[in-house]
């Protein structure tokens, strides 16, 4: 028994471990984004860490609670996790996916939905990020700091 109480107890303080694989692709989106972005006639967007900081936390919340959502587990939502982050802002916008497992494939998915096609090719949008969270979860957040 006190045996299965330490593996419990070292499952549980290893958990936030493992939920910390969070990539940050904005660097690798950028090309793809911008070109999406031009072709329609909208300047190209620019890569942010405190929206990268955003999203990996969003991320990570529904890989740890095992949710999807633009809600997070907590009831906050993009606004308040891009606050958190310091970003204060005049637009903001989200894009979640749960499935695909690489960047190509999510993107083109999003351009395939009309909400989320939407917030990429918004003329508000001046910055963004995209991170990946184990379990195939991306997390987008588009930005427009200031104004």
Known sequence: MRFFVVLCAALLAAAPLFAQNVENMGAAAAAQLNDIR???GLATLS?????AQAASAHARDMQINGFFSHTGSDGTGIGDRARAAGYGFCFIAENISKGP???VQVIDGWMGSTGHRRNILSEGAREFAVVHAPGDIWVMVLGRPGC
């Open 38 to 40: 031009m072709r329609n």
């Open 47 to 51: 890569v942010s860490a405190g929206l």
């Open 101 to 103: 497992p690489n960047l």
